[in-house]
């Protein structure tokens, strides 16, 4: 799964014998060793979670958010390299305004999706700059319906019912793949999504962490705006109800 | 003492040495002609620039309209371009694409109305290829009421946008001079639309059927034809709805003729089969 391409990997621009650009794929393992982001796609919109680990009991809670409003209809989480996150999130920005004043109307999450995309893999083709290191999920609710995709370090995007990033994405992935998500509410989806955060948050080498969620739905107004309180709360709850009951097995 | 003047006039060496005089006349002629140059230079401070200008600039001296119906949109215009008095063309086309489904009538200055929507098509295929699916008449408008306000003091263009597009479904836009963009059920343009306020504010109704739009854009159109001199030809309508693009021609002669018009003949020559007046009766 992982090999060292020695002496093929010093700069991205240098491909290896068996066709790879290794500096691509070790921005990917960037991505791998942060929290877990979890995106799902719901029936009538899209839940955003992550798993944001506590590097210090000092921190305030709230602080440091990795989930960002990209405009009013879309937001993305990000994992991995919190700076890189931070430019690729400010450039999404800057894109969806100037869609809207140039067209006019709210920019489509297709088309926010590709030039995200764009702007990443920009970012793999010259030897004087680095890959971001990290990973986007984005999703927004146009006029087509909600839509969830996701950006990797190297560029592409694909559009997804469910995807998961960070640490514990594979066991995410296996969660994600058991919900019937053609059913969900987006209220249903945040409870699932706080039980998938917590069950893939491994105790022993990460302490602390804060659960941060957003949505963008038909109860929302279709608008990305911060789980609201009370039912992160209840979120919480049965997230850590599910745990126990897990534990007692 | 014959101190006449005629003994002046020979003590005068000035008047009476031939070359003096001719040099004296000379001086009067560049006199008189200096002083008409000064009063033409008076004058042309008085002159506008556009007077100054030997030919007219191409204008639609036009008839514009734009109606939603129940399902789409019909647009409608004249076909009369003039250079000042003269009739440049009679057949003109003041509806163009911009793409498939979104059409825009032209009025004002047809050189400017052309050059923004070549810059609209342009942009409009662009976006089209980039978003993988056809543009909305929104952001069509958009574009050229971007392009009208931005370029506002160069340009002098009055246009409608209509189209069909499938989450709004038919809308029409209307953007006058200055670069205002309004969304309207229906909208009326060029210098014929002065005379077609009133007529719309009687006859307007939402959610009409496809075929009395048609005949409510043709009537106006040939209402204003009658009564602006700007305003002439045949009447051209686009019709545009979900299944597609109709265009209609309307001849002339087809249209019909309003209060005191004349009825329209073919050559002056048949009125000489006519039997012979009838003597005048005292």
Redesign the interface.
Known sequence: MSSIGTGYDLSVTTFSPDGRVFQIEYAAKAVDNSGTVVGIKCKDGIVLGVEKLIASKMMLPGSNRRIHAVHRQSGMAVAGLAADGRQIVTRAKAEATNYQS????PI?V??LA?RVASYVHLCTLYWWLRPFGCGIILGGYD?DGPQLYMVEPSGVSYRYFGAAIGKGRQAAKTEIEKLKLFELTCRQGVIEVAKIIYGVHDEAKDKAFELEMSWVCDESNRQHQKVPDDLLEEAKAAAKAALEEMDAD | MNTSRASSLRNSPFIYHSAQNFLFRLGILLFIYYSFSFIDLYRKKTWTRRQAISTPPTLWGTTIIGVTYNGGVVLGADSRTSTGMYVANRASDKITQLTDNVYLCRSGSAADSQIVSDYVRYFLHQ?TI???QPA?V??A???V??LAYNNKNMLQTGLIIGGWDK?EGGKIFGIPLGGTILELPFAIGGSGSTYLYGFFDQVWKEGMTREEAEQLVVKAVSLAIARDGASGGVVRTVTINSEGVTRKFYPGDTLPLWHEELEPQNSLLDILSAPSPDPMVS
Do not use: D, F, I, S
């Open positions: 140039v067209y006019g109307e489509p297709k088309e590709e006029r | 976006h980039q978003l993988g909305t929104k952001v408008a958009n574009l009421r971007l989450y």
